[in-house]
Nanobody, 125 residues
């Protein structure tokens, strides 16, 4: 069984930056994709970004493209989400997830096998 643990959330002001980390442990062999999702109160969990563990190719939601950067460190099985120029609408609980599936439907929650517990990000105006 694999475990994912997010860290780095907090309260920031609009325009500030924040970096989230996702540490994976346990049975991580076979991970192909690491993704980040977020869920605001009363809303569906939505895709933010994903990265291929082997090739490093990335995909972003339109709302965060050019502001957020997803990256990974294969040596310590950790993924990152660098968030710049943050906006109040970025306020949500952020979750990292890992998938053993191929790079086809990376924005769909259904392909992810493992999820972290979430970390809260709040952006004030």
């Amino acid at each position: 069984q694999a475990q994912l643990v997010e860290s780095g959330g907090g309260l920031v002001q609009a325009g500030d930056s924040l970096r989230l980390s996702c540490a994976s442990s346990g049975r991580t062999f076979g991970f192909n994709i690491m993704g980040w999702f977020r869920q605001a109160p009363g809303k569906e969990r939505e895709f933010v970004a994903a990265i291929s563990w082997s090739t490093g190719i990335t995909e972003y939601a339109g709302s965060v493209k050019d502001r957020f950067t997803i990256s990974k460190d294969n040596t310590n099985n950790t993924g990152y989400l660098q968030m710049n120029n943050m906006k109040p609408e970025d306020t949500a609980a952020y979750y990292c997830a890992a998938s053993t599936a191929g790079w086809n439907m990376v924005s769909s929650k259904t392909i992810y096998d493992y999820w972290g517990q979430g970390t809260q990000v709040s952006v004030s105006s």
